[in-house]
């Protein structure tokens, strides 16, 4: 294992990295886009959202080192070694977005994660690509766990085409995270597949793009409505609010609150491109209000 803080940096000792507040697991990709390859990823935008929010944020991923990791902004990064990271290529046609896995690195599980690290308050497992093993579900006890678990809901076929499948580990994960946030399009607006997923997770929010966002929780639901903005980029806005929500809700234990939060966050990202949509301090204390 390697571990990086922005560059990949020689082997260290585990006893020199400090414990982290919200831990991520789930692989930085290497995105093709027609810009040019960029870093990606659930956990790179989650990663640096957390960091804004004041967080102390590690990184658990597999990473081949074909990109620069500055954009990660000092995050430190414990990488297990593979050649060649997740690479995704995203093909824009009439009909919309075609995606295409052209490389799948190694898979993560709890031998991975750094022993400083296992006592996060906050662990998010966010996989892209089948990579996070489920049974990380059971092995934060004293964690707030939370999922973002589109990775586990998609497959791919011999040429690297990218479908929704199903998720067969749903019931074993959903029931021992404490909140889960998804888009109704990981779902192709599947709302009897919504309804079960409520049903089995303790909190469910499902963001709906422009329309905002959902919240399941205790039987009842509700809905925020984003601001209205000039959209420029929505790269990387269900990572954002996916961060948002869980730090808010193990600050506030407050699910209401969280979506709301979350909502307002999420809605300025899309005004900047990339990580430059990662809100500012005074765009964050903007959106704090008193719970109630």
Known sequence: MSWAWGIILPVLEISLLEPVDY???????????PAGPRLGGTVTYSARMAQALGLRVGIVTSWGGELSLDPLNNIPVASFHTERSTRFENIYTSDGRV??????A??????????????????HLGPVAQEVEPGLVRNF????????????????GKDGRVFRSEWPEASFVLQRAGAAVLSVEDLEGDEDRIDEMAALCRVLAVTEGRQGARLYWNGDVRRYRPPHVQVVDETGAGDIFAACFFARLYTTRDPWEAARFATQLSAISVTRPGLAGIPTQDEIEACMVEVY
């Open 141 to 156: 006890p004293s964690a707030l766990i939370g999922v973002t678990p589109q990775g586990w809901m998609r497959s791919w």
């Open 99 to 104: 995606q295409y896995l052209r490389h799948a």
């Open 23 to 33: 831990l991520l697991i789930g692989h930085l990709t290497l995105d093709e886009t």
């Open 106 to 123: 190694p898979p993560l599980d709890f031998h991975h994660v750094p022993e400083p690290w296992r006592s996060a308050g906050i662990v």
